[in-house]
């Protein structure tokens, strides 16, 4: 049991667990799948279904923010890819053909890995900070998408082989779930199964080390933002085959922030470092579960606070300064007898403190003294 | 503690026809613990108007603790200071700054996008009509610089400056505020000498007037050019307190590196090497002249398969600079290095990687351990670089690997999957160390691989290197310990001041004849 | 006493050099002015009565909000923060307007009340980066989450204003000067106008300016930018400071949904989708440095009237595709980054 507690994904797993109880609380058919003219149906399915796309942004947002970084671009990038797609498809004037949908994925996932390759060498080879890197693409990536489609929206919904890829099915399973867990296997497989992962990590939690340790960052790097580049880019196709149409203004509008906020939930820290596909997947469900649950209680309207509320809550939870302050609470009287009274923390001091040193454990076994200077200290300790 | 330090009725020493004054600034029984550190165990420390007293003490010793305590930076466990006879407990610099305590940290702590004067009166602009008056402000910053006869424009941005030059506008901002004490934290350490020279004038000028300037440097020749008095530190507690030119050299070096090896020696007895020279064949390493401007001078160093080259110096004295160097980790831009006979440009770690040099750095947690990752991650990750991402070092060989390394450095616990920031640093420095023996180097420069931890663990590395030497190796071993470079070096080179001073063949050399070699005068022979 | 005085340590070079260093911290802002003219010129060869004062004057009238939501990024940016928040705050702006002066309440009444709550949302983001030290990106996008969220609850579609204020609001000219224009049915005059909305956006940009060169908090604001553990052990105000410019950054957005919502007298809670990008795009191109400590709020002015060209060259050429506008823009941020860049590096 204990095994059980400590294991990073039980939380995670637990608030999915509770959401879709919740849900059943609202809609008593929630568990029910059903098998209609040979596929399956129901609330659970709809969920799956509706994160996949997330899924996949998710997955190549988990390694890059690994490695210390962010990609505001992805959901530009699906849209640019998404719109290729569609344009290509309905111009070709054969849309059913199997070839032209091929094609037509093929060119658009290249597309997408030449934004990504994009992203990589503003990020590795120049040296601008992420954020703004991927902030460029965001901007001029939707542009590209209305270029492409002469601003016009598309219906590429006569060709059913482009319409497998979101909203088709395959033995009886939606087909974009099988693919959500054919790449989340394949992802797996690619940082897992070869040195990736690991190396994505080290570089994450420590780059100088990493340096001194004979590691190539620059290349690690350039690995995840083309992987975050393909994963948005076949997202982006999943978006428009499933709906009836493509507006290059809407397709995988604030993806990036949904996964984002997968891989935050999930226990992957923004601040880079150890990473769980796992987790990601989970918090792409709650995102989902949450939608539904919000959808059916309150209004659909709702969904963005409950989101914001989310976010809030997380980051406070995994900030060190909310859990010392908590601390703090708990301990505030036995404080005041065993330390004089000016040296009270003060925001100024906190202030200079780098990220402070206050993990879990100061919670239990240190004495009411040590964890006041937890509070009061920087990391720093040597002259 | 303080019974051997000077009687407090002298007067401080330097501006003698000035009546015996009583200190500024009296900490005493100063404790500051950090999570599994005591960083200060009841140090006491004084200071009195007009003098320049320097901290002196080694790496650890806790001189930028006891700084931080006075200038609010850290709270204290325990202890009190006064300053100007009133007791004081700060909860942030700016209430120190407020008490007419100034403090300039080594990094130049203004803020460079702005102008000199700015950097000067920031947060004390002259208003009028509650508009900053940048006039005023302008013409007052002149003066306070025109005051310290320095010719700095004070409308220029301050990143336009020299370093010594933003050190200079800091100290001026000190002066500003009417600072009764002056806190230099290693203002120097980026500065040449003449740069050195000028600061030290206007440090005399601003001592004369009256202020207490705490000094800290890495530079013996300065801390004796500039100080009149001095307190030792060594690991968080008190040496002594002495007047400067009561203290020789000799002496100061050992009250620094203390005497607290005994227990060492007797464990170490087996260990002794035979202090002759290996010179067989051709070096594995040659450098000649190798240097990075404002870093380190040109160094020569030859170093050959199975030899152990010790480099022996006082901190900040360029040992691991040198290092660095050598493994790519910093750039030389002078000099030249072969491998083998083969001239080598060692860009990058990975270069110096391939080339069979592997570099621990003395500062593990930043520089050396991932320590979100296993114990296992960690020894197999320089191999694994080796071997590029696509080929994983199968997870059975990595156990292999993992668990023979375990035993045979002894790493504690024995698990290979615990997260590498739990261990103590002994073990931390045995997993470094097996990161690097895996990957089989013909070249290991161990930086300072002893410090701050145990002394059983210590003697295991030692007897480590010493079997590592002996099956053919090169190492390159930096210690602040002199026994420790004694007892395991075939060769050492003497650095002070970013120089190489001597090189020695380890034969019937004592610990005081390398203290001696540190401890000369710049200028004299060494 | 006795030291004799060696030769003053200073830069070397004489006071020539020294005086066109100073000069150098506007290259930035002149790259911008280059490009702001050649920007207008082809616009001027390329389309008739481009540089009409009319037009020119319409760079301003149909951008207020921009301007202001751009003055607000400025500080934030300024002491190396973000703020993703504006565009759906500016909606909640709007929105909330709309739905209270359609309750019935005075524009006095609504105004101040816009201004507050929006204030007051940034004041807590400000205290969730500063106590709680979350990156600003991501308390910001809570923000923008709960901002867009709240006016989605409020209502989901166009509100109409038909309060007589905010329709005066939207329909006064200020009439600057008259202009005759030939035509073919003879000589037409007419006057050249521009709208109170621009007249706030000025005055806005005025008290910014005065606020950022000439106040304390203003030259903490630039302290932090440059380094924000030095000024903390400068003893400056680094905490109020900083939580301060997200509240400032918030008053501006609401203030920007009030001027929005006099231009299209109504109140929309989905508006102003990706604005903080133009905000950002405005300040960034402007030559305020990203990583905060160097820029200047007349920069990002400059910054919005080159987005509002390129807003123009899409309003003359309606066969210019939207996209382009986006690519342009996209374009010239990466310009002014890796500009950035250079001129850190060349610092260094």
Redesign the interface.
């Known amino acids: 049991m204990k095994h059980v507690l400590s294991n990073r994904l039980i939380w995670p797993a637990l608030v999915l667990v509770a959401l879709l109880l919740a849900n059943l609380a609202f809609n008593h058919s929630f568990f029910n799948i059903r098998l209609q003219n040979g596929n399956l149906f129901g609330p659970l399915v709809d969920i799956l279904r509706n994160a996949a796309p997330v899924v996949l942004v998710a997955l190549g947002m988990t390694l890059v923010i690994a490695t210390r970084g962010i990609d505001l671009s992805v959901g530009a990038v699906a849209a640019i890819s998404g719109s290729w797609a569609s344009m290509h498809i309905i111009s070709s004037g054969d849309p059913s053909s199997v070839r032209v949908v091929l094609t037509a994925v093929g060119v658009a996932l290249l597309m997408a890995l030449v934004a990504g390759a994009w992203n990589g060498f503003l990020v590795s080879v120049l040296g601008i900070q992420p954020i703004v890197a991927t902030l460029v693409l965001m901007t001029a990536g939707r542009g590209l998408a209305q270029i492409i489609t002469s601003e016009k929206i598309l219906y590429p919904d006569n060709s059913p082989a482009y319409k497998l890829i979101g909203g088709g099915y395959l033995l009886a399973v939606p087909f974009s779930i099988l693919l959500a867990g054919i790449i989340f296997g394949l992802t797996a497989i690619l940082t897992r199964r070869t040195a990736l992962g690991t190396l994505i990590e080290a570089v994450g939690v420590n780059p100088e080390a990493s340096r001194l340790a004979g590691i190539r960052s620059r290349s690690i790097i350039w690995i995840v933002y083309l992987f975050a580049g393909l994963l948005a880019g076949l997202a982006g196709l999943m978006l428009t085959s499933n709906s009836t149409s493509a507006d290059p203004n809407s397709i995988g509008l604030f993806i990036e922030l949904d996964a984002i906020l997968a891989v935050v939930i999930g226990g992957t820290s923004l601040a880079g470092g150890r990473f769980s596909l796992a987790g990601t997947l989970i918090g792409a469900f709650i995102i989902e579960a949450m939608n539904t649950f919000v959808i059916q209680a309150i209004s659909a309207r709702a969904t963005d606070v409950f989101k914001a509320c989310v976010v809030i809550a997380v980051m406070i939870l995994q900030s060190p300064q909310a859990r010392a302050m908590v601390t703090g609470a708990f301990r505030g009287r036995k404080r005041a007898v065993v330390v004089p009274a000016g040296s009270v923390v003060s925001p100024g001091s906190a202030a200079i403190s780098a990220p402070a040193p206050a993990t879990p454990d100061t919670a239990d076994g240190h004495t009411a003294a040590t964890s006041d200077s937890i509070l009061t200290k920087s990391s720093g300790t040597t002259s | 503690m303080l019974s051997n330090t000077q009687s407090y009725a002298d007067s401080p020493d330097g501006t003698g026809d000035r009546p015996v004054a009583t200190p500024i600034v009296e900490m005493s029984g100063i404790s ?4 599994g ?1 005591k ?1 200060l165990q009841n140090v006491a420390f004084r200071l009195f108007p007009g003098e320049v007293h320097s901290l002196m ?1 080694e ?9 931080k305590a006075l200038t ?4 204290i ?1 325990s202890g009190s200071i006064r300053v100007a006879g009133n007791d004081v ?1 700060f ?5 120190a ?2 008490a007419g305590i100034a ?1 300039v ?1 080594q990094e ?7 102008t000199v004067a ?1 950097n000067i009166m ?2 004390r ?1 002259p ?1 009028r009509f ?3 008056d940048w006039r005023a402000m302008r013409k007052h910053s002149r003066k306070v610089l025109a005051d310290l ?5 004070p ?3 301050l ?3 020299s370093i ?2 933003q050190q ?1 506008v800091a100290i001026a ?1 000190a002066v500003d505020i009417n600072a009764q004490v002056l806190v230099l934290d290693e203002p120097t350490s980026s500065l040449d000498a003449r ?1 050195v ?2 600061l030290f ?1 206007i440090i ?2 601003i001592r ?1 007037s009256g202020v207490a300037i705490l000094f800290v440097s890495h530079f013996l020749d300065q801390v004796y050019e500039i100080s009149d008095r001095l307190t030792v ?1 060594r690991n968080g507690e008190l040496v002594s307190e002495h007047l400067v030119h009561d203290l020789p050299r000799i002496d100061l070096i050992s009250k620094m590196i203390g005497k607290d090896l005994a227990a060492l020696d007797e464990l170490e007895e087996g260990t002794k090497r035979e202090a002759t020279e290996r010179v067989s064949g051709g070096a594995f390493l040659h450098a000649e002249g190798v240097g990075k401007t404002g870093s380190i001078k040109p160094y020569d160093l030859e170093i050959h398969p199975g030899e152990v080259v010790g480099l022996a110096g006082l901190l900040g004295s360029g040992r691991t600079e040198l290092a660095r160097l050598l ?1 790519g ?1 910093d750039k030389n831009d002078s000099g030249a290095i072969t491998i083998k006979g083969e001239p080598v440009k060692l860009r ?3 270069i ?2 391939d080339n069979k040099i592997a ?1 621990a ?1 003395e500062d593990r947690k ?8 296993t114990v296992r ?1 960690n020894i197999v ?2 191999m ?10 199968p997870r059975k060989q990595q156990d292999e690997l993992a668990e023979k390394y375990i035993k045979a450095l002894d790493i504690r616990p024995t698990n290979p999957e615990a997260l590498v920031r739990n261990l103590s640093g002994g073990n931390q420095q045995k997993v470094l160390l097996a ?1 690097w023996l895996i990957t089989e180097p013909k070249l290991l420069i161990l930086d300072e691989p002893t410090r701050g931890i145990d002394i059983g663990a210590k003697a295991q590395i030692q007897k480590l290197v010493a079997s590592l030497s002996d099956e053919g190796m090169a190492v390159v071993y930096i210690s602040a310990e002199l026994e420790e470079v004694l007892r395991l070096s075939h060769r050492i080179g003497i650095m002070r001041d970013r120089v190489k001073i001597a090189e020695i063949v380890n034969q019937g050399v004592t610990v005081n004849d390398i203290m001696e070699t540190i401890a000369a005068e710049a200028g004299q022979p060494a | 006493m006795t030291t004799t005085l060696q030769p003053a340590i200073g830069p070397e070079a004489p006071s020539k050099k020294r005086s066109l260093k100073r000069f150098e911290r506007y290259s930035p802002i002149a790259a911008t002015v280059v490009l702001l003219i050649v920007m207008l010129a082809f616009g001027g060869i390329r389309y008739d009565n481009f540089l009409s004062g009319q037009a020119l004057l319409d760079l301003f009238n149909k951008n207020s909000y921009l301007f202001v939501l751009a003055i607000g990024m400025t500080f934030v940016i300024l002491t190396g923060g973000i703020d993703l928040s504006v565009g759906a705050v500016m909606a909640m702006g709007t929105v909330i307007a709309a739905q209270l002066l359609s309750k019935g309440w005075s524009p006095a009444l609504v105004i101040p009340v816009v201004l507050v709550i929006s204030t007051v949302l940034g004041l807590l983001v400000g205290l969730m980066i500063d106590k709680f030290k979350i990156q600003p990106f991501i308390a910001t996008l809570a923000a923008m989450f709960l901002a867009r969220g709240l006016s989605l609850m409020i209502t989901d579609r166009q509100i109409a204003i038909t309060d007589t204020f905010f329709q005066k609001m939207n329909l006064t000219h200020i009439n600057l000067w008259e202009t005759t224009t030939n035509t073919r049915r003879g000589v037409r005059v007419s006057d050249v106008y521009t709208t109170w909305s621009v007249v706030i956006a000025l005055l806005i940009l005025v008290i910014a300016f005065v606020v950022l060169h000439y106040t304390r908090f203003g030259r903490t604001v630039y302290a932090i930018g440059g380094g924000e553990s030095s000024a903390n052990l400068m003893g400056l105000a680094v905490a109020r400071t900083k939580i301060s410019v997200y509240a400032i950054s918030g008053l501006c957005s609401g203030l920007a949904g009030i001027l929005y919502s006099f231009y299209t007298a109504s109140g929309d809670p989905i508006v102003g989708v990706g604005y903080e990008l133009n905000a950002i795009a405005a300040v960034v191109i402007g030559g305020t440095l990203l990583a905060g400590g160097a820029g200047y709020v007349l920069g990002s002015v400059l910054g919005v009237i080159t987005l509002s060209v390129i807003y123009a060259y899409k309003d003359f050429d309606g066969g210019l595709n939207t996209g382009w506008t986006r690519v342009m823009i996209g374009a010239l941020v990466l310009l002014f980054i890796v500009l950035q860049r250079v001129l850190v590096a060349r610092r260094k």
Request: charged fraction near 20%; aromatic fraction near 6%.
């Open positions: 500051i613990s950090f999570p550190v960083a003490g790496n650890g010793a806790g001189k930028s603790t006891l700084i609010g930076v850290y709270t466990d407990l909860s942030g610099p700016g209430e700054q407020n403090t940290y130049v702590n203004l803020v460079t996008n702005l700015e920031l947060g602009e208003r509650g508009m900053i006869n320095l010719d700095i424009d409308g220029s941005l990143e336009s400056h010594a030059v200079l901002r740069e020279g000028e004038t005399r000028k004369d530190l493994y980790a990058s770690p990975r110096a990687l570099f750095s930043a520089e050396g351990l991932i320590g979100d990752l991650a990750l320089a694994q670089s080796e071997r590029g991402w696509l080929r994983q070092i990161r």
